[in-house]
């Protein structure tokens, strides 16, 4: 077995009747902002975005992300670094979770949520979507 391979981030979904118990054991006291922030990054970043139901997701770094279960692909713009292209749903729910947990990161200065940001980070660098998903975060 490579190193590569034994380094891998796994990603697996959570269960619907899971799903109360994944914001608060990542987040702590900060996860109804963290997910609010989520949606209203989703909101900034697409402007066709719309809302509806969204996947959780845990990875065995001890990360997680959010991502929309619409498997569409969409257009995301960030006017702050120039980005701007296509990706798909997977890829834009962890640019919305990565700008989220910045966002949260920054105003509460809490470890937990920092340490939760270079998690999925670290994640997203082993994506098919990688560079594009790096672009977009830079």
Same mark, same amino acid.
Request: hydrophobic letters at 40%; aromatic letters at 12%; glycine letters at 8%.
């Given at each position: 077995?490579?190193?590569?391979?034994?380094?891998?981030?796994? !990603? #697996?979904? +959570?269960?619907?009747?899971?799903? $109360? &118990?994944?914001?608060?054991?990542?987040? =702590?006291?900060?996860?109804?902002?963290?997910?609010?922030?989520?949606?209203?990054?989703?909101?900034?970043?697409?402007?066709?975005?719309?809302?509806?139901?969204?996947?959780?997701?845990?990875?065995?770094?001890?990360?997680?992300?959010?991502?929309?279960?619409? !498997? #569409?692909? +969409?257009?995301?713009?960030?006017? $702050? &670094?120039?980005?701007?292209?296509?990706? =798909?749903?997977?890829?834009?729910?962890?640019?919305?979770?990565?700008?989220?947990?910045?966002?949260?990161?920054?105003?509460?200065?809490?470890?937990?949520?920092?340490?939760?940001?270079?998690?999925?980070?670290?994640?997203?660098?082993?994506?098919?979507?990688?560079?594009?998903?790096?672009?977009?975060?830079?």
């Amino acid at each position: 077995m490579t190193t590569e391979t034994q380094n891998r981030i796994a !990603s #697996a979904v +959570v269960p619907d009747e899971l799903r $109360l &118990n994944v914001l608060p054991r990542f987040l =702590g006291r900060h996860y109804l902002t963290g997910e609010s922030l989520v949606y209203d990054w989703a909101a900034r970043l697409c402007r066709t975005y719309q809302g509806g139901l969204w996947h959780f997701f845990t990875l065995s770094n001890g990360g997680f992300y959010m991502a929309p279960a619409d !498997s #569409a692909r +969409v257009h995301v713009r960030w006017h $702050l &670094n120039g980005y701007s292209d296509m990706m =798909g749903a997977d890829a834009f729910g962890i640019v919305t979770t990565l700008f989220a947990l910045c966002h949260l990161a920054e105003n509460t200065l809490d470890d937990t949520v920092i340490g939760r940001y270079h998690q999925s980070r670290e994640f997203a660098t082993q994506h098919m979507e990688a560079a594009n998903i790096l672009r977009a975060i830079d």
